[in-house]
């Protein structure tokens, strides 16, 4: 089975738009788009600091919901997923971004771009995480 460019192409849009979001706040503003500790720093900010920040993060909830608004083929969300599971992955994702010192669109995008070498390693580890995760929970634990 032949898979055409069709399939791939909002993936690649998406992506050219996360590095070109990323690559135009660190040239205009210096800063790295590293979501967790742009919303985290929005509630400590300095005067003159919140703005920034609240466009960055309107910007990035914008552009998801103008996707789905437009998109034919938007996936939908699982209604069936156990709440429970939601709230306590929320959790995990949080303390794993403190343990971490940074989400994977920090380490992930922007330190992968710098050649940072400890983005390296918590990208894997990220990346390990989600395996593991998602087999305990399709496959230990029966949700799909």
Request: charged content about 10%; proline content about 2%; hydrophobic content about 60%.
């Given at each position: 089975?032949?898979?055409?460019?069709?399939?791939?192409?909002?993936?690649?849009?998406?992506?050219?738009?996360?590095?070109?979001?990323?690559?135009?706040?660190?040239?205009?503003?210096?800063?790295?788009?590293?979501?967790?500790?742009?919303?985290?720093?929005?509630?400590?900010?300095?005067p003159?600091?919140a703005?920034?920040?609240?466009?960055?993060?309107?910007?990035?909830?914008?552009?998801?919901a103008?996707?789905?608004?437009?998109?034919d083929d938007?996936?939908?969300?699982?209604?069936?997923?156990?709440v429970?599971?939601?709230?306590?992955?929320?959790f995990?994702?949080?303390?794993?971004?403190?343990?971490g010192?940074?989400?994977?669109?920090g380490?992930?995008?922007?330190g992968?771009?710098?050649?940072?070498?400890?983005?390296?390693?918590?990208?894997?580890?990220?990346?390990?995480?989600?395996?593991?995760?998602?087999?305990?929970?399709?496959h230990?634990l029966?949700v799909?």
């Open positions: 089975m032949v898979i055409g460019i069709d399939a791939f192409l909002p993936a690649l849009i998406g992506g050219a738009l996360i590095g070109l979001a990323a690559t135009l706040l660190l040239w205009l503003n210096g800063r790295l788009a590293g979501i967790s500790g742009i919303l985290w720093r929005l509630f400590f900010a300095n003159g600091d703005l920034w920040r609240v466009l960055f993060l309107v910007g990035v909830v914008g552009g998801a103008l996707y789905y608004a437009v998109a938007a996936p939908a969300a699982r209604e069936t997923f156990p429970w599971l939601l709230v306590v992955s929320g995990l994702v949080g303390y794993g971004t403190s343990l010192n940074g989400c994977t669109s380490h992930g995008v922007c992968l771009g710098r050649l940072s070498l400890r983005s390296l390693v918590a990208t894997v580890i990220f990346l390990l995480t989600a395996i593991i995760t998602t087999f305990v929970v399709r230990l029966g799909m």
